[in-house]
């Protein structure tokens, strides 16, 4: 997703807490500036501010996913914009190894309900994507919603 993106900005901040998630990041050659933070913002607070946050297929893996909410939200500058894509509900086959999952998917309704009480206004979702794998096809979502303009 970085590909797609990095030509229309002139910087990339990549937060992860997976060191060989990053060394494969690191290697990339990107058309615009990358900084990578190796850390977990559930823990460790960061006191940067950005225009946006953009994730994909990553949140499944987060335990308290109604505390990140308010985490991407106090990490926003004013009128700031998320664009979360992950998993609708699956059975749990989506992940072949145990790779820190903590959710198999999400229910669409709470997942807005998260980003309402985080206090996001104009929360969208729809349809995002269809994985297929071998063994199953998953549907994924995206969540896009604003902070407020003060």
Not at 47 to 69: C, P, Q, R, W, Y
Not at 80 to 99: C, N
Request: hydrophobic share 40%.
């Amino acid at each position: 997703m970085l590909e797609q993106i990095a030509p229309n900005v002139s910087s990339i901040v990549a937060i992860d807490n997976s060191p060989s998630m990053n060394s494969v990041l690191s290697k990339k050659q990107l058309p615009c500036k990358l900084t990578i933070k190796e850390i977990d913002i559930t823990k460790e607070p960061i006191n940067d501010n950005f225009d946006a946050i953009i994730s994909s297929m990553t949140i499944h893996h987060v335990k308290e996913v109604d505390k990140l909410f308010t985490i991407f939200y106090k990490m926003l500058k004013p009128n700031g914009y998320i664009a979360l894509a992950d998993l609708d509900i699956e059975d749990g086959s989506f992940h072949t190894i145990d790779t820190g999952v903590e959710h198999f998917g999400f229910d669409r309704e709470q997942f807005k309900t998260w980003a309402k009480e985080a206090g996001f206004k104009d929360i969208k979702i729809q349809d995002a994507s269809i994985v297929k794998k071998p063994y199953g096809e998953y549907g994924v979502f995206l969540l896009t919603a604003r902070k407020s303009k003060k």
